[in-house]
């Protein structure tokens, strides 16, 4: 696995880390990473029920097709996002 080496990306997820940090949000977990297609990439992050979250992807402007999946911890998935 090889961390994502685009400044553009990198550039932008700054800016919105920047962004978020002004609003008080703060990062519980990061991953940059150069994803493969057709090959998923797990991130885990605790998070605690009551609590609100915002998640961030981030993703390369030439990629065809993208999908984010998460599952709760019963492995249950909760939200399915597929952009074209």
């Given at each position: 696995?090889q961390?994502?080496?685009?400044p ?10 920047q962004?978020?940090?002004r ?9 940059s ?5 057709e ?6 992050a ?24 998460m599952y709760?911890w ?8 597929k952009?074209?």
């Open positions: 696995m961390e994502c080496n685009n553009d990306i990198k550039r932008q997820a700054d800016s919105v880390k962004l978020y940090a609003d008080g949000f703060q990062v519980i977990r990061e991953t990473i150069a994803m493969e297609s090959y998923e990439m797990p991130v885990v605790p998070l605690q029920q009551g609590s609100w979250y915002q998640f961030v992807f981030i993703g390369d402007y030439s990629s065809r097709m993208y999908e984010v999946r709760d019963d492995e249950k998935m909760v939200v399915y996002q952009k074209m």
